[in-house]
Protein backbone atom coordinates (compact mmCIF):
# COMPACT_ATOMS: atom_id res chain seq x y z
CA UNK A 1 0.00 0.00 0.00
CA UNK A 2 1.31 3.14 -0.97
CA UNK A 3 1.46 6.17 1.89
CA UNK A 4 -1.38 8.27 0.50
CA UNK A 5 -3.53 5.06 0.80
CA UNK A 6 -1.99 4.37 4.20
CA UNK A 7 -2.55 7.85 5.47
CA UNK A 8 -6.18 7.79 3.86
CA UNK A 9 -6.74 4.88 5.60
CA UNK A 10 -5.62 6.70 8.82
CA UNK A 11 -7.55 9.36 8.38
CA UNK A 12 -10.96 7.49 7.70
CA UNK A 13 -9.95 5.29 11.43
CA UNK A 14 -9.49 8.78 13.02
CA UNK A 15 -12.51 10.20 11.59
CA UNK A 16 -14.77 7.07 12.77
CA UNK A 17 -13.24 7.30 16.49
CA UNK A 18 -12.32 11.60 16.65
CA UNK A 19 -14.65 13.29 13.99
CA UNK A 20 -13.67 16.71 14.69
CA UNK A 21 -9.87 15.93 14.56
CA UNK A 22 -10.19 13.79 11.15
CA UNK A 23 -12.08 16.40 9.06
CA UNK A 24 -9.47 19.01 10.79
CA UNK A 25 -6.21 16.98 9.73
CA UNK A 26 -8.32 15.72 5.98
CA UNK A 27 -8.73 19.88 5.13
CA UNK A 28 -5.63 20.42 6.22
CA UNK A 29 -3.97 17.82 4.05
CA UNK A 30 -6.16 18.47 1.28
CA UNK A 31 -5.13 22.29 1.70
CA UNK A 32 -1.67 20.83 1.21
CA UNK A 33 -2.18 18.84 -1.89
CA UNK A 34 -4.08 21.53 -3.93
CA UNK A 35 -1.77 24.27 -3.22
CA UNK A 36 1.40 22.82 -2.18
CA UNK A 37 2.00 24.65 1.14
CA UNK A 38 -0.08 24.92 4.00
CA UNK A 39 -1.44 28.16 5.11
CA UNK A 40 1.14 31.09 6.52
CA UNK A 41 0.15 34.11 8.52
CA UNK A 42 2.65 37.12 8.91
CA UNK A 43 3.93 37.04 12.36
CA UNK A 44 6.68 39.48 13.32
CA UNK A 45 9.11 37.41 14.47
CA UNK A 46 12.13 39.06 17.19
CA UNK A 47 15.28 38.13 15.70
CA UNK A 48 17.03 38.72 19.52
CA UNK A 49 14.63 36.54 20.81
CA UNK A 50 17.21 34.54 22.94
CA UNK A 51 18.64 37.33 24.46
CA UNK A 52 15.07 38.94 25.27
CA UNK A 53 13.82 35.81 26.89
CA UNK A 54 16.87 35.17 28.82
CA UNK A 55 16.25 39.26 30.22
CA UNK A 56 12.40 38.30 31.18
CA UNK A 57 14.09 35.48 33.15
CA UNK A 58 16.52 37.57 34.78
CA UNK A 59 19.60 35.53 33.36
CA UNK A 60 23.01 36.12 32.11
CA UNK A 61 23.23 35.94 28.08
CA UNK A 62 24.94 34.60 26.51
CA UNK A 63 23.28 31.62 28.06
CA UNK A 64 25.58 29.05 30.33
CA UNK A 65 23.70 26.38 28.78
CA UNK A 66 24.02 26.46 24.81
CA UNK A 67 27.38 24.55 25.29
CA UNK A 68 25.54 21.36 26.82
CA UNK A 69 22.77 22.06 24.12
CA UNK A 70 25.13 21.63 21.15
CA UNK A 71 26.90 18.85 22.27
CA UNK A 72 23.44 16.72 22.91
CA UNK A 73 21.99 18.14 19.78
CA UNK A 74 24.63 16.00 17.44
CA UNK A 75 24.47 13.16 19.88
CA UNK A 76 20.90 12.89 19.20
CA UNK A 77 21.64 13.57 15.02
CA UNK A 78 23.90 10.35 15.23
CA UNK A 79 21.88 8.33 17.27
CA UNK A 80 18.79 8.99 14.67
CA UNK A 81 21.51 8.36 11.36
CA UNK A 82 23.01 5.24 13.13
CA UNK A 83 19.28 3.86 12.73
CA UNK A 84 19.28 4.65 9.50
CA UNK A 85 16.78 7.45 9.76
CA UNK A 86 17.04 10.79 7.91
CA UNK A 87 17.15 13.75 10.37
CA UNK A 88 15.62 17.61 9.36
CA UNK A 89 12.36 18.75 7.54
CA UNK A 90 10.31 16.20 5.76
CA UNK A 91 12.64 13.43 6.99
CA UNK A 92 9.64 11.85 8.96
CA UNK A 93 6.89 10.34 6.33
CA UNK A 94 7.00 14.28 4.51
CA UNK A 95 6.69 15.60 8.06
CA UNK A 96 9.43 17.76 9.91
CA UNK A 97 11.52 16.80 12.41
CA UNK A 98 12.07 19.11 15.88
CA UNK A 99 14.41 21.86 14.34
CA UNK A 100 17.68 22.69 16.67
CA UNK A 101 16.25 26.14 17.50
CA UNK A 102 12.85 24.61 18.68
CA UNK A 103 15.08 21.93 21.03
CA UNK A 104 17.14 25.24 22.48
CA UNK A 105 14.62 27.10 23.71
CA UNK A 106 12.92 23.98 25.27
CA UNK A 107 16.21 23.00 26.32
CA UNK A 108 16.73 26.34 28.50
CA UNK A 109 13.56 26.43 29.70
CA UNK A 110 13.40 23.07 31.11
CA UNK A 111 16.99 23.70 33.04
CA UNK A 112 16.95 27.49 33.65
CA UNK A 113 13.31 26.66 35.21
CA UNK A 114 14.12 23.54 36.46
CA UNK A 115 10.43 22.42 35.46
CA UNK A 116 9.76 19.47 37.11
CA UNK A 117 6.37 18.52 35.33
CA UNK A 118 6.26 19.10 31.52
CA UNK A 119 3.53 18.08 29.18
CA UNK A 120 4.11 17.83 25.49
CA UNK A 121 1.85 17.27 22.36
CA UNK A 122 3.00 15.27 19.57
CA UNK A 123 6.63 12.95 19.59
CA UNK A 124 7.40 11.64 16.37
CA UNK A 125 10.35 10.68 16.85
CA UNK A 126 10.90 12.15 19.95
CA UNK A 127 13.52 14.81 19.51
CA UNK A 128 12.11 17.66 21.34
CA UNK A 129 11.29 14.50 24.60
CA UNK A 130 14.84 13.50 24.78
CA UNK A 131 15.88 17.37 25.28
CA UNK A 132 13.50 17.77 27.82
CA UNK A 133 14.41 14.25 29.16
CA UNK A 134 18.52 15.02 29.49
CA UNK A 135 17.65 18.39 30.37
CA UNK A 136 15.62 16.36 33.32
CA UNK A 137 18.40 13.96 34.23
CA UNK A 138 20.90 17.53 34.74
CA UNK A 139 18.46 18.76 36.95
CA UNK A 140 18.28 15.72 38.93
CA UNK A 141 14.08 15.48 38.80
CA UNK A 142 11.09 16.12 36.83
CA UNK A 143 8.61 14.24 34.90
CA UNK A 144 7.51 14.44 30.90
CA UNK A 145 3.87 13.38 29.93
CA UNK A 146 3.45 13.22 26.50
CA UNK A 147 0.55 13.10 24.51
CA UNK A 148 0.92 11.15 20.80
CA UNK A 149 -1.33 10.47 17.94
CA UNK A 150 0.61 7.87 16.06
CA UNK A 151 1.38 9.36 12.30
CA UNK A 152 -1.75 8.01 10.02
CA UNK A 153 0.79 6.58 7.96
CA UNK A 154 1.40 3.11 9.60
CA UNK A 155 4.47 2.42 8.21
CA UNK A 156 6.29 5.49 10.52
CA UNK A 157 5.04 3.80 14.20
CA UNK A 158 8.31 1.71 14.32
CA UNK A 159 10.03 5.46 14.44
CA UNK A 160 8.04 6.52 17.25
CA UNK A 161 10.21 7.85 20.14
CA UNK A 162 13.33 6.64 18.12
CA UNK A 163 15.71 9.49 19.52
CA UNK A 164 14.59 8.44 22.99
CA UNK A 165 17.02 5.91 24.68
CA UNK A 166 16.04 3.05 26.92
CA UNK A 167 18.06 4.88 29.81
CA UNK A 168 15.74 8.10 29.84
CA UNK A 169 12.69 6.54 29.78
CA UNK A 170 11.89 5.90 33.35
CA UNK A 171 11.10 9.65 33.61
CA UNK A 172 8.77 9.56 30.87
CA UNK A 173 5.01 8.72 30.46
CA UNK A 174 3.74 8.10 26.85
CA UNK A 175 0.45 8.76 26.28
CA UNK A 176 -1.36 7.35 23.24
CA UNK A 177 -4.84 9.23 22.04
CA UNK A 178 -5.56 12.68 20.39
CA UNK A 179 -4.97 15.93 22.85
CA UNK A 180 -8.44 16.75 22.18
CA UNK A 181 -9.48 13.52 24.28
CA UNK A 182 -6.38 13.08 26.69
CA UNK A 183 -5.05 16.78 27.45
CA UNK A 184 -7.77 17.64 29.84
CA UNK A 185 -7.66 14.54 32.01
CA UNK A 186 -3.85 14.50 31.92
CA UNK A 187 -3.69 18.00 33.25
CA UNK A 188 -6.34 17.22 36.06
CA UNK A 189 -4.18 14.26 37.23
CA UNK A 190 -1.00 16.65 36.95
CA UNK A 191 -2.88 19.36 38.75
CA UNK A 192 -0.20 22.20 37.59
CA UNK A 193 2.90 21.81 35.11
CA UNK A 194 5.74 24.20 34.69
CA UNK A 195 6.30 23.54 30.99
CA UNK A 196 3.94 22.87 28.11
CA UNK A 197 5.07 22.43 24.47
CA UNK A 198 2.68 21.96 21.66
CA UNK A 199 3.89 19.76 18.39
CA UNK A 200 0.89 17.91 17.78
CA UNK A 201 -1.82 18.41 15.03
CA UNK A 202 -1.27 22.36 13.96
CA UNK A 203 -4.58 23.36 13.12
CA UNK A 204 -6.00 26.33 14.38
CA UNK A 205 -8.72 24.48 16.33
CA UNK A 206 -6.36 22.16 18.25
CA UNK A 207 -3.71 24.56 18.72
CA UNK A 208 -6.16 27.08 20.64
CA UNK A 209 -7.52 24.30 22.65
CA UNK A 210 -4.34 22.82 23.70
CA UNK A 211 -3.28 26.77 24.50
CA UNK A 212 -6.24 27.15 26.79
CA UNK A 213 -6.08 23.98 28.59
CA UNK A 214 -1.89 24.19 29.30
CA UNK A 215 -2.68 28.01 30.47
CA UNK A 216 -5.19 26.61 32.96
CA UNK A 217 -2.28 24.30 34.63
CA UNK A 218 0.27 26.18 34.21
CA UNK A 219 1.27 27.68 37.83
CA UNK A 220 4.74 29.61 36.86
CA UNK A 221 6.79 29.11 34.06
CA UNK A 222 5.87 28.75 29.85
CA UNK A 223 4.48 27.45 26.74
CA UNK A 224 6.30 26.75 23.44
CA UNK A 225 4.28 26.06 20.67
CA UNK A 226 5.69 24.73 17.59
CA UNK A 227 4.45 25.77 13.66
CA UNK A 228 2.25 28.94 14.49
CA UNK A 229 3.00 30.51 10.51
CA UNK A 230 -0.28 28.18 9.60
CA UNK A 231 -2.74 29.91 11.40
CA UNK A 232 -3.39 32.67 13.79
CA UNK A 233 -4.56 30.76 17.12
CA UNK A 234 -0.71 31.30 18.51
CA UNK A 235 -1.38 35.58 17.71
CA UNK A 236 -4.99 35.71 18.83
CA UNK A 237 -3.71 34.04 22.54
CA UNK A 238 -1.20 35.95 23.08
CA UNK A 239 -3.22 38.80 22.35
CA UNK A 240 -6.06 37.77 24.89
CA UNK A 241 -2.83 37.13 27.70
CA UNK A 242 -1.25 40.76 26.69
CA UNK A 243 -0.14 41.41 30.10
CA UNK A 244 2.21 37.88 30.19
CA UNK A 245 4.40 38.90 27.46
CA UNK A 246 5.37 36.42 24.40
CA UNK A 247 8.11 35.76 21.54
CA UNK A 248 8.23 34.84 17.96
CA UNK A 249 11.24 33.10 17.00
CA UNK A 250 12.44 31.71 13.85
CA UNK A 251 13.25 28.59 13.69
CA UNK A 252 17.04 27.69 12.84
CA UNK A 253 16.47 26.91 9.34
CA UNK A 254 13.73 29.69 8.72
CA UNK A 255 11.54 27.04 7.85
CA UNK A 256 9.02 27.48 10.42
CA UNK A 257 8.02 29.54 13.36
CA UNK A 258 7.32 28.99 16.94
CA UNK A 259 5.99 31.18 19.51
CA UNK A 260 6.84 31.30 23.38
CA UNK A 261 4.36 32.52 26.16
CA UNK A 262 5.36 33.28 29.76
CA UNK A 263 3.25 33.04 32.87
CA UNK A 264 4.28 34.95 36.24
CA UNK A 265 7.90 35.30 34.96
Known amino acids: MSARL ?17 IDRAFGRARRLI ?50 L ?4 GAYGGWDDGDRGLGRVVWCLTRHLRAAS ?17 AMERNGEGRLCSI ?6 TALHSEIGAAVPSALRARWTYVNGTSR ?3 PA ?9 LFVHDSSHTARNLRFELDQAWGA ?18 RFARSHADAGSLVAAADDSGALFGIALKGL
Do not use: M
Open 6 to 22: RWAAGAARLTLREPGDG
Open 181 to 183: RRL
Open 186 to 194: LLAELGEID
Open 218 to 235: LRKGAIVADDIERNQAFG
Open 35 to 84: TGRADSYEYAADPEWERHLHERLDLPWPCVQAHEFETLWSEIEGSLRQQG
Open 148 to 153: DLPALD
Open 86 to 89: PVGR
Open 118 to 134: VVETGVARGITSRVILE
